[in-house]
């Protein structure tokens, strides 16, 4: 019985996303300022380089020699953030990466028949993207299998969506009224869109507010009860710490051993209980933080459709401010590729589809509306 014929496109993929991986990690490496992640960065890196050797000799072997490597769009726009805000602002989307590559390597693993091309080299890049993930995780403030999770993408992940619904929102609210109004459109447009800026950033600001608030309220409260429960009844909190260390694979002894030693400090028990069983880690979440991080994202987007009416008039400014729209539109697609892993262009365009709905929505919705009144 003839060998199955190995997914050449598959080996493709995994052969581009491992040396976009390697370029990311050494360009992060040049501007992570802490010397143990930055070491941790080229380190990665070197094993990234190991991994696109993996696949470009499958692909050799198959008579599909890749040739030189690019980085591809989405590598790059991450990398141009990472130089603009720092390694630390882009982590979570390279632990969300990471964690896809896991899953995807123990998908093709579990696919391909045993002891033909891609079964055991799956397997290992599985193994050691799994070992990649939980460094970026413990580098970020993070624990535990971090490809179980869906956490959410920090300070990036905040301006971005923030960003996001102030432009789709205000450029509705704009093309609505420049469908209603059939005279003095201009000074409508105006008075409608800075309004629409403000209430859009006093929303979201306040939902980022109230949402950060809560979580923390959570965090505090399951704190608070961890150290009571460290105080009523320290055996037993010895003896679940001693299990979890079991759990993370050290042995017995060791671990009752070193369970033992964190009992002898209320504070690292506490600290190591709060990382190991309740998940809670990293620093703390601000609530005025990701107010004034969401709601001035949604400032600046809800002021791009109306800011050219603030330096021109008439037909000019409708067409300036249909454009950057647009155009703003599809950027913040691609941005938003770094946190669901799909292709830059697709979600460019993707957004760019929606903003130009949502506008072709809003000036009939005005149209009709002002027509149904006079």
């Known amino acids: 019985m003839p060998a199955p014929t190995p997914d050449l496109d598959a080996f493709r993929e995994h052969w581009q996303d491992e040396g976009d991986a390697a370029v990311l990690y050494r360009a992060l490496a040049e501007v992570e300022t802490d010397p143990a992640r930055r070491d941790v960065f080229r380190k990665l890196a070197d094993v990234e380089d190991r991994h696109l050797s993996i696949w470009a000799d499958l692909l050799t072997q198959h008579g599909a020699a890749p040739g030189p490597h690019r980085p591809s769009l989405r590598t790059r726009l ?59 995780s413990r580098i970020s403030g993070g624990s535990g299998e971090p490809w179980h999770r869906a956490e959410s993408g920090g300070f990036l992940r905040n301006v971005v969506y923030g960003f996001n619904d102030g432009l789709t929102a205000n450029f509705g609210l704009v093309a609505g ?7 003095q459109q201009h000074e409508a447009v105006v008075v409608a869109g800075v309004a629409g800026l403000v209430a859009d950033a006093l929303s979201m600001g306040s939902s980022g507010y109230l949402a950060a608030k809560s979580e923390q309220e959570v965090y505090d409260n399951e704190i608070a009860m961890e150290r009571d429960e460290i105080a ?8 679940e710490l001693s299990l979890l260390y079991e759990a993370k694979g050290m042995n017995p002894d060791a671990a ?110 005005g149209e009709w509306i002002s027509g149904y009144l006079s």
């Open 78 to 136: 991450t990398i141009s953030l990472g130089r603009r805000f720092g390694a630390r602002a882009v982590l979570p989307a390279l632990l969300r990466e990471e964690g896809r590559e896991v899953q995807h390597y123990l998908s093709m693993h579990r696919a391909t028949p045993k002891g033909t091309a891609g079964s055991d080299e799956s397997l290992l890049l599985a193994r050691e993207s799994a070992e990649h993930a939980s460094e970026l």
């Open 177 to 183: 009224v420049l469908g209603a109004t059939a005279t």
């Open 232 to 239: 009523l009844m320290p055996e037993l909190e010895q003896e």
């Open 256 to 365: 009752r051993e070193l369970a033992r030693d964190a009992m002898q400090d209320p504070d690292r028990m506490l600290k190591e209980k709060v990382q190991l069983e309740l998940g809670i880690s990293g620093e703390a979440v601000s609530p005025w933080r990701e107010a004034w991080i969401t709601g001035l994202a949604t400032a600046v987007g809800a002021l791009i459709p109306v800011f050219p009416f603030f330096v021109t008039t008439g037909r000019p400014a409708i067409i300036l401010s249909f454009v950057l729209a647009m155009a703003a539109h599809f950027l913040v697609g691609a941005a938003r590729s770094l946190f669901t892993g799909r292709g830059v262009i697709r979600s460019g365009i993707d957004m760019f589809v929606v903003g130009l709905g949502v506008a072709i929505a809003g000036y009939y919705a």
